[in-house]
């Protein structure tokens, strides 16, 4: 059951578009399609912002989107804003029937 | 609305066993699959363990399998996790949430677990 891997940290300006990618293996990203992403500022509760890969949560904004392909998946937000800084994780379905979380990704507006 | 409330959370001794509670409403519960998140101080998500809708099955990471119960009562609309033979290193905020084809759509708000002599 080893994490997903993710970049500790990524950073962008406002406005500029950024990529967290969330690499994991055929037992897990690469073999379900129910991977999905949370965004959690500090000492707050994870929210799911996207899940089955592309698919955005009521509320969350088009600026935020998912893909996958093999076994990586990638949270793209475009048009950084202030309020984006937090952090970020990916989760993914094992084929053993467990959840598996990536590391985490710093998003660091600048 | 939906409302996931952990509890049961504090300072326990090494080797000791505590039990946390959490409280849903604003959903039919009996009707979804819940798990355990945790996350360690500074640290990142850590999955748990999840249970089905009737409780008749349950699945844990290794790293708490034989130590750690997940259980529920759907009467009580009520997740439960029995930790035993807690370590240092069980130091946590543990989540409950609620599961949405095996992805975590609500989350409760954590409960802070010590473990420490």
């Known amino acids: 059951q080893s994490a997903l891997t993710q970049p500790a940290s990524v950073s962008g300006s406002p406005g500029q578009s950024i990529t967290i990618s969330c690499t994991g293996t055929g037992s897990d990203v690469g073999s379900h399609n129910s991977v999905s992403w949370y965004q959690q500022y500090p000492g707050k509760a994870p929210k799911l912002m996207i899940y089955d890969v592309s698919i955005r949560t009521s509320g969350v904004s088009k600026r935020f989107s998912g893909s996958k392909s093999g076994n990586t998946a990638s949270l793209t937000i475009s048009g950084l804003q202030a309020e984006d800084e937090a952090d970020y994780y990916c989760?993914?379905?094992?084929?053993?029937?467990?959840?598996?979380f990536g590391g985490g990704t710093k998003l660091t507006v600048l | 609305e939906v409302q996931l409330v952990e509890s049961g959370g504090g300072l326990v001794q090494p080797g000791g066993s505590l039990r946390l509670s959490c409280a849903a409403s604003?959903?039919?519960?009996?009707?979804?699959?819940m798990h355990w998140v945790r996350q360690a101080p500074g640290r990142g998500l850590v999955w748990l363990s999840h249970?089905?809708?009737?409780?008749?099955?349950?699945t844990y990471a290794d790293s708490v399998q034989g130590r750690f119960t997940i259980s529920r009562d759907n009467a009580k609309n009520t997740l439960y996790l029995q930790m035993d033979s807690l370590r240092a290193e069980d130091t946590a905020v543990y989540y409950c949430a609620r599961a949405f084809r095996q992805q975590l759509i609500h989350w409760g708000q954590g409960t802070l677990v010590t473990v420490s002599s």
């Open positions: 989760s993914s379905y094992t084929t053993s029937t467990t959840l598996v």
């Open positions: 249970l089905n809708t009737d409780g008749s099955i349950a």
């Open positions: 604003g959903f039919t519960f009996s009707t979804y699959w």
